[in-house]
Protein backbone atom coordinates (compact mmCIF):
# COMPACT_ATOMS: atom_id res chain seq x y z
CA UNK A 1 0.00 0.00 0.00
CA UNK A 2 1.37 3.60 -0.92
CA UNK A 3 1.46 6.19 1.36
CA UNK A 4 0.50 9.40 0.28
CA UNK A 5 2.12 12.58 1.12
CA UNK A 6 0.18 14.73 4.14
CA UNK A 7 -1.54 17.49 2.70
CA UNK A 8 -0.15 21.32 3.02
CA UNK A 9 -2.40 22.70 5.63
CA UNK A 10 -2.92 26.81 5.19
CA UNK A 11 -3.69 28.97 8.00
CA UNK A 12 -6.60 31.16 7.53
CA UNK A 13 -6.75 34.33 9.47
CA UNK A 14 -9.65 36.59 8.80
CA UNK A 15 -10.48 34.31 5.68
CA UNK A 16 -7.39 34.96 4.21
CA UNK A 17 -4.77 32.17 4.14
CA UNK A 18 -1.60 33.19 5.83
CA UNK A 19 1.10 34.72 3.53
CA UNK A 20 4.12 31.69 3.45
CA UNK A 21 6.63 35.16 4.55
CA UNK A 22 4.53 35.36 7.81
CA UNK A 23 7.08 33.61 10.31
CA UNK A 24 8.52 33.13 13.68
CA UNK A 25 11.65 35.84 12.32
CA UNK A 26 9.44 37.86 11.28
CA UNK A 27 7.14 38.11 14.94
CA UNK A 28 10.33 38.23 16.35
CA UNK A 29 11.22 41.51 14.22
CA UNK A 30 8.43 43.21 14.54
CA UNK A 31 7.86 42.68 18.15
CA UNK A 32 11.73 43.63 19.00
CA UNK A 33 11.23 46.70 16.68
CA UNK A 34 7.95 48.19 17.97
CA UNK A 35 9.09 47.95 21.52
CA UNK A 36 12.31 49.83 20.32
CA UNK A 37 9.96 52.32 18.97
CA UNK A 38 7.59 52.15 22.01
CA UNK A 39 10.54 52.89 24.39
CA UNK A 40 12.09 55.87 22.25
CA UNK A 41 8.53 57.78 22.01
CA UNK A 42 7.84 60.77 24.18
CA UNK A 43 4.20 59.57 24.33
CA UNK A 44 4.35 55.78 24.83
CA UNK A 45 7.84 55.24 26.71
CA UNK A 46 6.99 56.62 30.02
CA UNK A 47 4.23 54.75 30.05
CA UNK A 48 6.08 51.46 29.55
CA UNK A 49 9.05 52.43 31.66
CA UNK A 50 6.56 52.93 34.58
CA UNK A 51 4.78 49.25 33.42
CA UNK A 52 7.70 47.25 32.60
CA UNK A 53 11.04 47.32 35.48
CA UNK A 54 13.90 47.30 32.96
CA UNK A 55 14.95 43.69 33.94
CA UNK A 56 11.62 42.60 32.69
CA UNK A 57 11.55 43.53 28.89
CA UNK A 58 13.16 40.32 27.69
CA UNK A 59 9.80 38.46 29.18
CA UNK A 60 7.74 41.17 27.86
CA UNK A 61 9.28 40.89 24.52
CA UNK A 62 9.00 36.90 24.73
CA UNK A 63 5.36 36.87 26.26
CA UNK A 64 4.55 39.50 22.99
CA UNK A 65 6.15 37.05 20.68
CA UNK A 66 4.36 34.24 22.22
CA UNK A 67 0.92 36.53 21.76
CA UNK A 68 1.65 37.65 17.77
CA UNK A 69 2.58 33.81 17.37
CA UNK A 70 -0.79 32.60 18.94
CA UNK A 71 -2.52 35.29 16.92
CA UNK A 72 -1.62 35.25 13.59
CA UNK A 73 0.22 31.28 13.44
CA UNK A 74 -2.22 29.59 15.21
CA UNK A 75 0.64 28.49 17.75
CA UNK A 76 -1.14 28.53 21.14
CA UNK A 77 1.57 29.60 22.93
CA UNK A 78 -0.01 32.57 24.49
CA UNK A 79 -2.66 32.09 27.15
CA UNK A 80 -2.46 34.99 29.21
CA UNK A 81 -5.08 37.73 29.63
CA UNK A 82 -3.55 41.27 28.40
CA UNK A 83 -6.76 42.98 28.88
CA UNK A 84 -6.36 43.63 32.78
CA UNK A 85 -2.82 44.84 32.45
CA UNK A 86 -4.25 47.27 30.39
CA UNK A 87 -6.73 48.35 32.68
CA UNK A 88 -4.25 48.98 35.30
CA UNK A 89 -2.73 51.77 33.43
CA UNK A 90 -4.22 55.12 34.87
CA UNK A 91 -5.03 57.68 31.84
CA UNK A 92 -5.06 55.59 28.79
CA UNK A 93 -6.92 57.07 26.10
CA UNK A 94 -7.91 57.35 22.42
CA UNK A 95 -4.68 59.90 22.02
CA UNK A 96 -2.41 55.97 23.44
CA UNK A 97 -3.65 53.70 20.70
CA UNK A 98 -3.37 56.11 18.16
CA UNK A 99 -0.03 56.72 18.87
CA UNK A 100 0.72 52.59 19.28
CA UNK A 101 -1.24 52.23 16.78
CA UNK A 102 1.01 54.84 14.47
CA UNK A 103 3.98 52.98 15.68
CA UNK A 104 2.72 49.38 15.01
CA UNK A 105 1.92 50.56 11.30
CA UNK A 106 5.43 52.11 10.62
CA UNK A 107 7.16 49.27 12.15
CA UNK A 108 5.02 46.63 10.15
CA UNK A 109 5.45 48.26 6.80
CA UNK A 110 9.18 48.48 7.29
CA UNK A 111 9.89 45.06 8.16
CA UNK A 112 6.79 43.24 6.54
CA UNK A 113 5.81 42.41 2.93
CA UNK A 114 2.59 44.61 2.05
CA UNK A 115 0.11 41.47 2.36
CA UNK A 116 1.68 40.48 6.05
CA UNK A 117 2.04 44.20 7.11
CA UNK A 118 -2.11 44.34 6.42
CA UNK A 119 -2.65 41.46 8.35
CA UNK A 120 -0.21 42.18 11.52
CA UNK A 121 -2.50 46.01 11.05
CA UNK A 122 -5.62 44.37 10.78
CA UNK A 123 -5.49 42.24 13.82
CA UNK A 124 -3.50 45.02 15.67
CA UNK A 125 -6.94 47.21 14.89
CA UNK A 126 -9.26 44.25 16.17
CA UNK A 127 -6.60 44.39 19.79
CA UNK A 128 -6.61 48.21 20.33
CA UNK A 129 -10.34 48.25 20.15
CA UNK A 130 -11.09 45.64 21.95
CA UNK A 131 -9.16 47.01 24.57
CA UNK A 132 -10.83 50.18 24.22
CA UNK A 133 -14.20 48.93 24.41
CA UNK A 134 -12.69 47.09 28.06
CA UNK A 135 -11.18 49.76 29.58
CA UNK A 136 -14.63 51.95 28.97
CA UNK A 137 -16.76 49.16 30.34
CA UNK A 138 -14.23 48.71 33.63
CA UNK A 139 -14.65 52.63 34.27
CA UNK A 140 -18.05 53.00 33.73
CA UNK A 141 -17.92 54.80 30.86
CA UNK A 142 -20.68 54.64 27.63
CA UNK A 143 -18.58 51.99 25.41
CA UNK A 144 -21.34 52.06 22.87
CA UNK A 145 -19.63 55.52 22.23
CA UNK A 146 -15.92 54.08 21.75
CA UNK A 147 -15.32 53.89 17.95
CA UNK A 148 -12.92 51.65 16.29
CA UNK A 149 -9.97 53.66 15.14
CA UNK A 150 -9.63 52.80 11.33
CA UNK A 151 -5.94 52.79 9.66
CA UNK A 152 -6.53 55.51 7.37
CA UNK A 153 -7.21 57.89 10.29
CA UNK A 154 -3.83 57.45 11.57
Not at 121 to 136: N, Q, T, W
Request: overall charge neutral.
Amino acid sequence: MRERPAPQRSIVVDGKVLPELLDEATIEAVVHGFYDRIRKDELLGPIFSKAIAPDEWPRHLAKMCDFWSATLLRTGRYNGRPLPAHIAVPGLEEVHFRRWLGLFRETVQELCTPDVAALFMSRALRVAHSFRLGIAFHRGEDSLSVEPIREETL
